[in-house]
């Protein structure tokens, strides 16, 4: 009887051994082309993307360089020697388009991605975005070789090694004020604040390259640094203040006026709305995901009302007009032309209040720009049209009159039209431009302050331009076309570029209606321009609705 059992025991024990062994092998052969394969993980397709994103109609877009401006430069500060040095690095060749793009990490603003109290959901959104985000700044359409900037096409020199009789004026130094620091400052960049460096920075065709290295120092600096000054901005319908850094940096501030999610009353005229700080910030992303670097960078922050504005400011017209609410919340109007007053008082809560500091351009005694009216300015009337919207053949006039007659000033505005018209911005009756770089240059694009006030309602009239005279860069349409697949969602890289911004962690910038009213729009605009092209099809014409900016 124990003598069977055992023998029992012996054939389960070499049975339980033969299947652990088969188990061994058969894990063994799957796991071995796995363990061949790379452990990065996987990068979206580019190979082909810029072919498919061409319209079969159309000729491939087999890209060398830049015609007209550059879309990445090296920092202002580096010689042209270190940026040839720079641009030999290593590339890598991607066969299907002829593009050789440097090979380099997205330089994104150094802020912590913030979930809030809106839940996991979101939370793996935003994350999903970054990963799209991050590959759609890595795109060739992002990265195109760009020849060194001459000299003659960056906005502010440096000036020359003082001598040593000259050097106390050279060192821009300040004592006078105790708020403010000593700055040391001389030719060599490292001696420079972000402020200054974006300044330097700002060239012909852009005010800040792909991928600044000083965006990060920048945006801290406008989220962060004390507050040692603040004062009205005159001009301007509402309340703005320009606030000073120690470091002689400035920015410009805008309240908050309305919660993000309340849309504008359908009943309200485009003129009479109010201006938002989160539309400040979300206009500064979107320009910057569709590749223009046109706004200056703006960043959101939690302001003290008593310690950062009541107890800095030297402006008396606005300090006499600070008051406490009923509910003992600080407020203040200031003066300005329209919603200064105590009916439209700006409240903190009780003394925090929501802004957009947006980085102030160079002052004008050292950068003059030039104010265009728009040739689609609206009438600003209750009852009266402009021009544009009777005139069907209005396009032919405006490209007749100079400086859309030449150049690049056409493409230019309806890359500023499209801008508009994703954001819903109908308040836009002027641009400027640097005057150093006359009509050869970029649009700058201020005053987005009355985007996004409503996502339930597109307004096509914005985009008369674009319907009228049918033209548009070609590099703007292939940037539009990637962000209408799903692995560049427009929606997905705003949500993901949003949530960088300091008051992410409040709410988030833009509501999920605002975005995906993106989307909607984004599909419009393609559409628009198809129809152009079909029209000019049938017309027997060649293709001239793209602007061709690709060499």
Not at 97 to 126: F, L, W
Not at 247 to 266: I, L
């Amino acid at each position: 009887m124990m003598l069977h059992m055992r023998c029992r025991s012996r054939t389960i024990c070499l049975s339980l051994a033969f299947i652990t062994i088969s188990l061994h092998l058969l894990l063994a052969l799957v796991s071995l082309p796995i363990y061949h394969q790379s452990c990065d993980p996987p990068l979206p397709p580019r190979t082909h993307i810029l072919r498919d994103l061409a319209h079969t109609n159309y000729t491939s877009v087999g890209i060398s360089g830049l015609a007209e401006p550059p879309t990445d430069t090296t920092q202002r500060d580096s010689s042209n020697k270190d940026a040839n040095k720079d641009a030999k690095g290593h590339v890598q060749t991607l066969s299907g388009v002829g593009i050789s793009v440097k090979e380099s990490k997205y330089a994104s603003v150094d802020m912590p991605v913030n979930v809030g109290r809106y839940g996991t959901n979101r939370a793996e959104s935003v994350e999903s975005g970054l990963t799209k985000l991050e590959a759609l700044f890595d795109h060739p359409l992002y990265n195109m070789p760009a020849p060194p900037i001459p000299e003659e096409d960056w906005l502010l020199k440096v000036q020359p090694k003082a001598k040593a009789s000259e050097k106390s004026s050279q060192m821009w130094v300040s004592a006078s004020q105790a708020d403010y620091v000593d700055g040391q400052w001389n030719s060599s960049s490292n001696s420079h604040p972000p402020w200054l460096r974006f300044h330097l920075g700002i060239s012909r065709w852009q005010l800040y390259p792909h991928r600044d290295p000083n965006m990060d120092a920048l945006t801290q600096q406008l989220a962060t640094h004390r507050i040692v000054s603040a004062v009205q901005k005159s001009g301007g319908t509402q309340l703005k203040l320009v606030m000073s850094f120690p470091n002689y940096g400035q920015a410009m501030f805008k309240p908050m006026k309305q919660e993000r999610d309340e849309e504008t009353n359908s009943d309200l005229y485009y003129f009479s709305d109010f201006e938002r700080h989160n539309a400040e910030i979300a206009a500064f992303h979107l320009d910057r995901v569709l590749g223009y670097r046109r706004i200056p960078p703006v960043v959101g922050r939690l302001v003290d009302v008593v310690k950062e504005i009541k107890d800095v400011t030297t402006d008396r017209k606005l300090a006499r007009t600070f008051f406490t609410s009923p509910v003992g919340n600080v407020c203040f109007y200031g003066q300005c032309s329209y919603y200064c007053s105590t009916e439209h008082a700006v409240c903190g809560r009780p003394r925090d209040l929501e802004a957009s500091l947006a980085v102030m351009l160079p002052d004008l005694s050292l950068a003059v720009r030039r104010s265009w009216r728009s040739p689609w300015r609206r009438s600003y009337s209750r009852s009266k049209l402009a021009k544009w919207e009777s005139e069907p053949d209005y396009c032919s006039t405006v490209t007749k009159t100079p400086p859309f007659n030449k150049g690049t000033r056409l493409v230019d505005f309806i890359d500023l039209v499209i801008l508009d018209f994703l954001m819903s911005n109908m308040d836009r009756h002027h641009y400027e431009t640097f005057e150093k770089f006359g009509n050869n240059t970029f649009l700058v694009h201020l005053d987005n302050g009355r985007a996004f006030g409503r996502h339930s309602k597109d307004e096509p009239s914005i985009l008369a331009p674009l319907e009228q005279c049918c033209r548009i860069r070609r590099t703007t349409w292939l940037r539009l076309r990637l962000l209408s697949l799903p692995q560049y969602r427009l929606s997905d890289v705003m949500r993901a570029s949003l949530s960088h911004d300091p008051l992410h962690s409040v709410a988030p910038l833009l509501s999920e209606p605002h975005l995906a009213a993106l989307d909607r729009r984004l599909k419009t605009v393609l559409e628009t321009v198809s129809r152009c092209q079909k029209r000019q099809s049938e017309d027997g014409g060649d293709d001239g609705v793209l602007y061709d900016d690709i060499a």
